[in-house]
């Protein structure tokens, strides 16, 4: 089993759609939890941060589920620019310090 | 603007050619990583640098070395490239606060092809 997992991708959607994309993780001591948008040949950027509590920045929304290890993103509305790879990002405790684990990423794909 | 540089941005080497690869940040941030990404895939962690304090993930290949000779310059070298190792190379850096919620930033990579 992965240490990260995605939903396979690609998502197809129509312009204004809501999509929600979901990413388990394995290792219960997880600490950190992150959403990366990354676009064709370009590197990854943040999106937004993952708390307990749930976190909504604009048309995205961000839950964490500790019990069950799961991390989840909801984009409501969809435009063309939200075109792009998303990639979930998790970090546990290692001997080195922390341990930085990328998803596979799911692609989303908006059409007009 | 702050930001972290890579060069170059388009590398073609030689099968068995050395090739370094350059990173530079202006952020000041104490911790460096280098990331290798294949096409359709994850980043995956090479090493990182807290400080001068050396990182080696278990699973990368002795091929793969790194320099930082200062707090803005972190260095990929490559001893001996196969065409496997054809990727983009993504640097990243990050301050250390002591906690794993520390945001990553990325520099735009170095595309490597290995002829």
């Known amino acids: 089993r992965k240490e990260v997992e995605q939903d396979p991708g690609p998502f197809n959607v129509p312009e204004g759609a809501t999509v929600a994309f979901n990413c388990t993780y394995s290792n219960s001591a997880s600490q950190s939890f992150f959403w990366y948008r990354q676009d064709c040949r370009k590197e990854p950027k943040l999106l937004m941060s993952v708390y307990s509590s749930g976190n909504e920045d604009g048309r995205f929304t961000a839950q964490l589920n500790r019990a069950s290890q799961y991390i989840s993103l909801l984009i409501r509305d969809s435009k063309l620019s939200d075109s792009a790879t998303y990639l979930c990002?998790?970090?546990?405790?290692?001997?080195?310090?922390?341990?930085?684990?990328f998803g596979a990423g799911t692609r989303l794909f908006v059409k007009a | 603007d702050a930001m972290v540089i890579q060069n170059p941005r388009y590398q073609v080497t030689q099968f068995g050619k050395p090739v370094t690869l350059s990173c530079s940040q202006t952020l000041n941030h104490n911790v460096m990583y280098w990331y290798q990404q294949k096409s359709s895939q994850a980043p995956k962690l090479l090493f990182h640098?807290?400080?001068?304090?050396?990182?080696n993930e278990a699973d990368t290949p002795d091929n793969f070395q790194s320099r930082r000779p200062n707090t803005s310059f972190c260095f990929l070298d490559i001893r001996s490239p196969g065409l496997g190792d054809a990727a983009m190379y993504l640097c990243?850096?990050?301050?250390?606060?002591?906690?794993?919620?520390?945001?990553?930033?990325f520099g735009p990579g170095t595309r490597l092809t290995v002829l």
């Open positions: 990002v998790v970090i546990g405790v290692s001997e080195g310090g922390f341990k930085t684990i």
């Open positions: 990243a850096t990050s301050p250390f606060s002591g906690r794993a919620t520390d945001t990553q930033y």
């Open positions: 640098y807290y400080d001068k304090d050396f990182n």
